[in-house]
């Protein structure tokens, strides 16, 4: 009985010390506060300009979504749901920017495939992610999930930086409060 309890006391301590930790922002990523890195990024196929993060300054606030990889389960279910929620963060006036280093054709091929609306970007050579510390060049899956939301200033009102899937029912929630603030 006595090796329970204290098993019981070592978990009540060490579970809040571990969410804090996967709710603390990661050491080398922007924070809350702070202007969003730009990164330009160019257009898949031929032809077209490049865009840049700060095109969406004064027009739209940005939701950045770094993720694994097109076509792991995940990611599957997170672009499935946007898709069909996507009418939610339109009204929020919210564009949804995908980031994978995922080439653009397999990009394409999963935006066709889970029915998104958003817009994707290729950063094959991790130049975002390391930006925004979600890079994980050691990883099978080069980048890490992480968000970012981006008001139309241009500075990050929320964060997530937990590694962890945040299912669109739960992510609007958290989009629409910090837009609020």
Request: net charge positive; with cysteine; glycine share 8%.
């Amino acid at each position: 009985m006595r090796k329970i309890s204290a098993l019981a006391l070592a978990l009540a301590l060490a579970v809040p010390m571990l969410a804090q930790q996967l709710a603390a922002p990661a050491a080398n990523s922007p924070k809350v506060g702070e202007m969003a890195p730009d990164f330009q990024v160019k257009p898949g196929g031929r032809g077209g300009a490049a865009v840049s993060l700060k095109d969406f300054q004064g027009k739209q606030n940005v939701l950045i979504e770094f993720f694994p990889g097109a076509f792991t389960p995940g990611c599957t279910q997170e672009f499935t749901d946007n898709g069909k929620e996507f009418d939610k963060y339109t009204a929020l006036n919210v564009a949804i920017l995908g980031i994978s280093a995922d080439l653009p054709g397999a990009q394409t091929q999963f935006k066709t495939a889970v029915g998104a609306k958003n817009d994707f970007v290729s950063d094959r050579d991790l130049s975002i992610a390391t930006k925004y510390g979600s890079q994980n060049p050691t990883s099978p899956q080069p980048m890490k999930r992480f968000y970012f939301l981006i008001d139309q200033s241009g500075k990050i009102v929320w964060e997530d930086t937990s590694n962890r899937l945040i299912l669109t029912d739960q992510l609007l929630p958290l989009v629409t409060a910090a837009l609020k603030k």
